[in-house]
């Protein structure tokens, strides 16, 4: 079964949106601006590292561009038995199993991200990476500490992220070496967060979840705060405040997404991260783990998932497999947008279509293949009226 994983705030990085541009996907871009009133392809094309390391940037950045990537895969067919994200990365996986909507999913992560850029402002913080010790042993290191540390995030085996003062961190860091860490590496945030420094952004954001429709996700959710999946939209309202100021149990997350049947990890946005995660967590038990970053990597996906027997599934007949992958080779082409469709002139049934080839209009917008492959037949009609993602051709590739 596979699950879809969502990163979070630090896997972000300049020009990370560029490779989406010309996908129809990046419709999504342009609409997450208008509900913001932020300039988000600015942020995914153009903005330097300093500006994308601003939570109020980073966390909204890192969101569309997870949606863009979850768009581009369920136009594929591609359907996941359970989602997870890593800290903002969880407002992604509620937006992806439908507990909440696209719309609030950007209304609440902008707010998210301005309550914390405040919170942080208002009280200095920073945050470690301590490597090569057990999770008991860094907790152990924070309890010995004078001042304001904690752990906030429980990331893999020998990989667990501390958070409080400047100070605070410098001492816990040398109490974690001499527990035997073999490094300790300073994370370059403007905060600590999924600590108590962070109660005042919980408290506004609590605000804004209050007046968001919370409903029961298509697919279980699993939250960071529990490390276990939770399927009714009641459930969220306090476990989405309770995360900021609560530590992240990612690895238990894993671990419980497997135990869950899960044996294909895909991430979904900047970074790869969460799949480096997923191997040194899940080592030698035989899970398939990839991370989507370009259009390319949608094919690639889709190619690997095709082949006979994959991870955790059972095969049958002539190599089919059961489960939750994708077998077939064709490929939907569908509508960015409302209106009359009219193919183009140029093409026709049977001949080889290239990437970014123009397929017909739908108004006055183009549609263009977001793949390569052989054109086997228009599914709309000239002068019919289409809707947004409606299928109106596909290929074989």
Not at 152 to 179: C, D
Request: aromatic content about 6%.
């Amino acid at each position: 079964m596979i699950a879809f994983t969502f990163p979070g705030q630090g896997s972000q990085k300049p020009q990370m949106g560029t490779a989406w541009k010309d996908h129809p996907s990046w419709e999504l871009v342009e609409e997450a601006s208008d509900l913001s009133g932020r300039n988000v392809e600015q942020l995914l094309v153009s903005a330097d590292a300093q500006t994308l390391t601003e939570t109020r940037n980073s966390q909204l950045a890192t969101f569309i561009l997870s949606m863009v990537v979850l768009d581009a895969i369920e136009r594929t067919g591609v359907e996941p038995a359970f989602h997870a994200g890593h800290s903002l990365g969880e407002y992604s996986a509620l937006t992806a199993a439908g507990a909440i909507s696209f719309e609030d999913g950007v209304r609440l992560v902008t707010e998210r991200g301005n309550a914390m850029q405040t919170a942080a402002d208002a009280q200095e913080g920073t945050m470690a990476a301590v490597l090569g010790l057990d999770d008991d042993k860094v907790e152990v290191a924070c309890t010995r500490t004078d001042g304001d540390v904690w752990v906030a995030n429980f990331n893999a085996p020998g990989q667990v992220v501390i958070a409080g003062s400047p100070a605070a961190i410098a001492a816990a860091s040398l109490n974690a070496k001499e527990l035997g860490a073999k490094r300790i590496l300073p994370i370059k945030v403007g905060g600590a967060f999924h600590t108590p420094f962070m109660a005042q952004a919980r408290d506004r954001l609590r605000k804004a979840i209050a007046d968001t429709e919370l409903r029961d996700p298509n697919r279980p959710v699993f939250a960071n705060v529990d490390g276990l999946p939770h399927s009714r939209g009641e459930e969220w309202s306090s476990l989405m405040g309770a995360q900021l100021t609560s530590p992240v149990r990612w690895r238990q997350t894993l671990h419980s997404l497997h135990s869950a049947g899960s044996t294909v990890f895909i991430e979904l946005g900047p970074g790869s991260v969460l799949t480096g995660m997923a191997k040194r967590t899940l080592k030698g038990t035989g899970v398939s783990t990839s991370s989507i970053q370009s259009p390319g990597d949608v094919d690639q996906l889709l190619e690997t998932l095709s082949q006979p027997g994959p991870p955790g599934a059972q095969v049958t007949g002539a190599g089919a497999s059961e489960g939750e992958f994708l077998y077939a080779v064709e490929r939907l082409i569908v509508s960015p947008g409302t209106g009359v469709f009219q193919p183009a002139q140029t093409i026709k049934v049977g001949e080889s279509v290239a990437t970014g080839q123009l397929i017909g209009q739908v108004g006055k917008v183009e549609v263009r293949s977001p793949f390569h492959g052989s054109l086997q037949g228009m599914l709309a009609l000239s002068g019919e009226r289409v809707t947004t993602s409606q299928p109106v051709a596909w290929l074989r590739v």
